[in-house]
């Protein structure tokens, strides 16, 4: 067996609301792993456009701004800091307003096209023994190959039940109506309902948190173990 040396990628995909972001930094700081949201990414690119007043509907105007876009992230997961230029847009990137023309950005091929190489470049450069990257299609564009690949889900109401619990400053049902709004413009671009051949589903309906981050761990245990004897 030869020594592995780019770091052990944990691809984890799902809907709004799974629990990807928040269950992905934990596991990534239970294995001393990095972590990366690449849905930080397109969020920051629709800042970024909404900042200078491009119609996020404007495909050639959001094509051409990309080259300006100077987007970093760090992969501390205790530390994602998200950077646009000189901006820190850590917080900015979560607004309402932002999550409302995220898809539209996401769903011009070019932009998933550069961001997918800026993921890769990423990932490959982490200085740990492994990194956590989640999405949307990580499992299937960004990291098909990768050691570890999950589908992390849950149902609709309790996607919808978590996420409203965070959110005090709309009502349940604008909470519920533009999660749902969001998954079905996303639908439309990648496939992140189902699990792709070779991907494991974890099912978070019925687990709570630590659960979990212990269902999760578990696969990653039980996959790599299979690697390591192949
Ligand atoms: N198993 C769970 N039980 C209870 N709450 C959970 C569970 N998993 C995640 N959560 C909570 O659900 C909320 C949504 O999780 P998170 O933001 O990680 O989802 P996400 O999939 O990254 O969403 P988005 O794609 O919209 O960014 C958070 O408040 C998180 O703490
Ligand atoms: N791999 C990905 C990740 C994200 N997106 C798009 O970004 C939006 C925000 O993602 P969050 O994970 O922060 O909710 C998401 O709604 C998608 O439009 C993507 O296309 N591919």
Do not use: G, K, N, R
């Given at each position: 067996m030869t020594e592995s040396t780019h770091p052990l990628v944990v691809a984890i995909d799902g809907p709004a609301g799974s629990g990807k972001s928040s269950v992905s930094r934990a596991v990534a700081r239970r294995l001393g792993y990095g972590y990366l949201d690449t849905g930080a990414a397109y969020r920051a690119l629709a800042w970024y456009v909404r900042d200078r007043a491009i119609d996020p509907a404007d495909t050639d105007a959001v094509i051409a701004a990309l080259p300006a876009f100077d987007y970093a992230i760090g992969t501390d997961p205790d530390d994602p800091a998200v950077s646009v230029g000189a901006d820190d847009v850590t917080e900015a990137i979560r607004e309402p307003a932002v999550s409302a023309i995220v898809s539209a950005v996401a769903r011009i091929p070019a932009v998933r096209a550069h961001l997918t190489a800026l993921f890769r470049s990423i990932a490959a450069g982490v200085d740990r023994p492994g990194i956590v990257v989640e999405g949307r299609?990580?499992?299937?564009?960004?990291?098909?190959?990768?050691e570890v690949r999950i589908l992390l889900t849950a149902s609709e109401q309790a996607r919808m039940a978590r996420r409203s619990a965070e959110i005090?400053?709309?009502?349940a049902q604008t909470v519920a109506d533009q999660l749902r709004s969001r998954d079905r413009a996303d639908s439309q671009v990648v496939e992140f309902m189902s699990a792709a051949d070779g991907v494991n589903t974890v099912d978070s309906?019925?687990?709570?948190f630590e659960q979990t981050i212990g269902a999760v761990i578990e696969v990653i245990n039980t996959r790599t173990a299979r690697t390591s004897h192949d």
């Open positions: 299609d990580i499992t299937t564009v960004v990291a098909p190959e990768a005090s400053t709309q009502s309906t019925h687990l709570d």
